[in-house]
């Protein structure tokens, strides 16, 4: 394999350089499972700790193929990849130093089908590390997250490192669409966890700043809808044709024109409509992409049957036939007590003391299957943020964090493994 770097700024621009989408990140997931092996954790991928039988939306098998292909011209190692078919991409790091908890920390490694900016502006860009793979791009800052995991490997294998017990280190796929977590919640690896944490960089907090606790996750739904209609010449027998793309966009329009539940936050998105091949040919099929986001599980119960009729209607004006799928959900979770009042106290002994109590995270994370998993069992969770100042916004096509908050995230998250 090409030669990784150690240090954390090189190993985070590494990663920016090849961003991977969900279920597809072979190059990053065989990075990661190679220098846990050289750290000395005992390592395992894949089929080994995913149970994919209800998984929604995988990759097609030339899909697979060709994110292979990708990664193997990237310098992927062809033994790790072979042990991840079928996008299996999870990489498990555990490490044991006696009788003791057993603690995990959850990282995700994942991109977005986002462009990047070429703005010499952008940093990336100005430094020569942003994406070389058109049309995807690390706009969430998963790379950090990758390379701050790494970074913590580093840190905890090494022999003075003060902690005793089990350490898990999850390298999670596809957390972008919410359907990474919920196969590795399956396969069992939480099931004897004592204390999970997982973190994520920016969400509007300031650089240098801790919050303990994440909170107003959304729960959500991401589905992707189907318009069959009938195709006919516009001009000559309109009156033989279903618009599928009509249906689409009367769908579109609809769903955002949804009233706002009174009793809970609400959000919904359409961000994806493609139909129709030639201009003089009524479309016989369209595409629809959009998630449905609320505070509340039962808001997003009665969201959901609302967007549903929307679609439906929508179909029936134009005689076409809707199918939806839902395609990755996340839940809400609370981080307990416990973890937060341990994270201040890993915070202040690494000379972090701007800390917050929580910060309105705006969005969702499938760890909270994690999270929950871990609290139903009799185990404690938590979810954090680490402040980074952003140049735009998450999923922007000019997305950047101040990687000083990749050294403060190693040392929060190297402390929190170290605290009693």
Same mark, same amino acid.
């Given at each position: 394999m090409t030669a990784f770097p150690y240090d954390l700024k090189a190993m985070r621009r590494s990663l920016h350089r090849f961003p991977e989408p969900a279920f597809l990140e072979y190059r990053t997931a065989s990075v990661v499972a190679a220098r846990l092996v050289e750290l000395g954790f005992d390592v395992r991928v894949g089929p080994e700790i995913m149970a994919m039988e209800n998984v929604q939306a995988l990759p097609s098998a030339e899909a697979v193929l060709a994110a292979q292909e990708a990664a193997r011209l990237a310098g992927a190692d062809e033994n790790w990849m072979a042990r991840m078919p079928g996008g299996q991409t999870a990489v498990c790091g555990e490490m044991r130093r006696g009788d003791g908890p057993v603690l995990a920390l959850r990282?995700? #490694?994942? /991109?977005?089908?986002? $462009?990047? %900016?070429? %703005?010499?502006?952008? +940093?990336?860009? /100005?430094?020569?590390?942003? %994406?070389?793979?058109?049309?995807? #791009?690390?706009?969430?800052?998963?790379?950090?997250? =990758?390379? !701050?995991?790494?970074?913590?490997?580093?840190?905890?294998?090494?022999?003075?490192?003060?902690?005793?017990? =089990?350490?898990?280190? !999850?390298?999670?796929?596809?957390?972008?669409?919410?359907?990474? /977590?919920?196969? !590795?919640?399956?396969?069992? $690896? +939480?099931?004897?966890?004592? =204390?999970?944490?997982?973190?994520?960089?920016?969400?509007?907090?300031?650089?240098?700043?801790?919050?303990? #606790?994440?909170?107003?996750?959304?729960?959500?739904?991401?589905?992707?809808?189907?318009? %069959?209609?009938? /195709?006919?010449?516009?001009? #000559?027998?309109?009156?033989?044709?279903?618009?599928?793309? $009509?249906a689409a966009a009367t769908a579109a329009l609809g769903v955002h024109a949804l009233p706002r539940d009174g009793q809970a936050d609400t959000r919904v998105n359409v961000g994806v409509l493609s139909a129709g091949r030639a201009r003089n040919v009524i479309a016989d099929e369209a595409l629809l992409e959009l998630e449905l986001r609320a505070a509340t599980q039962d808001a997003l119960s009665r969201l959901v049957d609302a967007a549903r009729r929307v679609l439906q209607g929508a179909a029936l004006m134009q005689g076409a036939e809707v199918e939806i799928a839902c395609q990755g959900k996340s839940v809400s979770a609370t981080s307990d007590v416990a973890v937060c009042e341990r994270l201040e106290r890993a915070a202040r002994a690494v000379g972090l003391e701007d800390i917050v109590p929580n910060w309105p995270i705006g969005g969702g994370d499938d760890a909270t299957f994690m999270m929950r998993r871990v609290q139903e069992k009799g185990g404690k969770a938590g979810y954090c943020l680490m402040g980074a100042d952003l140049t735009a916004p998450h999923h922007a096509g000019n997305f950047d964090f101040d990687e000083d908050a990749l050294e403060h995230a190693v040392r929060l998250m190297t402390s929190f493994a170290e605290q009693a």
């Open positions: 990282f995700d #490694m994942d /991109a977005l089908p986002v $462009l990047e %900016s070429e %703005s010499e502006s952008h +940093l990336p860009a /100005a430094e020569r590390f942003s %994406s070389e793979r058109t049309g995807f #791009m690390h706009a969430c800052g998963h790379d950090g997250h =990758t390379a !701050i995991g790494l970074a913590v490997a580093q840190k905890l294998s090494h022999p003075t490192a003060a902690w005793t017990g =089990t350490l898990r280190l !999850i390298f999670q796929p596809a957390e972008e669409g919410g359907r990474g /977590a919920q196969p !590795i919640v399956s396969a069992g $690896l +939480l099931d004897d966890v004592d =204390t999970f944490l997982a973190l994520h960089l920016g969400c509007q907090l300031p650089s240098g700043r801790v919050a303990l #606790m994440a909170d107003g996750f959304f729960w959500s739904e991401k589905w992707s809808v189907r318009f %069959s209609g009938r /195709a006919a010449h516009a001009a #000559m027998m309109p009156e033989e044709g279903r618009n599928a793309l $009509l």
